[in-house]
């Protein structure tokens, strides 16, 4: 059964940084590309970043691109989003999801950038 | 690549009907997902490669289109039903999605 397991969201003051895993389990975590999408309270769904299969293929939305690092570790089966210099824009729940069809998705870890 | 998804709210009794469309601004090669989304909850793919039901969804659910125009019907609306519904693109791995539909029972 795969599962993903988003964490290390919580509470930042702007300018600050947050690295939210993505631990996943019930596949072969290296054969997959993993994306990041956001949804802000009240708001649609907005893609963030995409990892596949080794470092060297890497994707940012341009609203993040810069700011954001996105990298994985194969032996952990996990994903990682590295976040710097947050805005209150980043308030989100971030959502971590499986392969090109995104048809798995973690429960989401809620970034607060506030004041 | 830009996805237009409308309308983004409708009001409908339980048994009817309901269509939601999407446009793309390029041809996306029927790289089309609709997802389905309930308050607090992620998104549950129902619809993947513009037609295809994913298992275990119910069959009151269907897409079709191809191209840059796509479809997403509820055939009988049903009180579980009452969510928020997206379409994304994933012919390029820089994702989009639509800006959502709510759907309300009347």
């Known amino acids: 059964q795969v599962r993903l397991v988003e964490s290390g969201g919580g509470v930042v003051q702007p300018g600050g940084s947050l690295r939210l895993s993505c631990g996943a389990s019930?596949?072969?975590?290296?054969?997959?590309?993993i994306h990041w999408v956001r949804q802000a309270p009240g708001k649609g769904l907005e893609w963030v970043a995409f990892?596949?299969?080794?470092?060297?293929?890497?994707y940012y939305a341009d609203s993040v691109k810069g700011r954001f690092t996105i990298s994985r570790d194969n032996s952990k089966n996990t994903v990682f989003l590295q976040m710097n210099s947050l805005g209150v824009e980043d308030t989100a729940v971030y959502y971590c999801?499986?392969?090109?069809?995104?048809?798995?998705w973690g429960q989401g870890t809620l970034v607060s950038v506030s004041s | 690549i830009q996805v237009t998804q409308s309308p983004s709210s409708l009001s409908a009794s339980v048994g009817d009907r309901v269509t939601i469309t999407c446009q793309a601004s390029?041809?996306?090669?029927?790289?089309l997902n609709w997802f389905q989304q309930k308050p607090g909850k992620a998104p549950n793919l129902l619809i993947y490669?513009?037609?295809s039901l994913r298992a275990g969804v119910p069959s009151r659910f269907s897409g079709s289109g191809s191209g840059t125009h796509f479809t997403f019907t509820i055939r009988s609306l049903q009180p579980e039903d009452i969510a928020t519904y997206y379409c994304?693109?994933?012919?390029?791995?820089?994702?989009?999605f639509g800006g959502g539909t709510k759907v309300e029972i009347k």
């Open positions: 490669d513009a037609s």
């Open positions: 999801a499986k392969g090109h069809l995104t048809a798995e």
């Open positions: 994304q693109q994933y012919d390029n791995p820089a994702l989009t």
């Open positions: 990892i596949g299969l080794d470092e060297g293929d890497k």
């Open positions: 390029q041809d996306i090669n029927n790289h």
């Open positions: 019930g596949f072969i975590f290296s054969f997959y590309g």
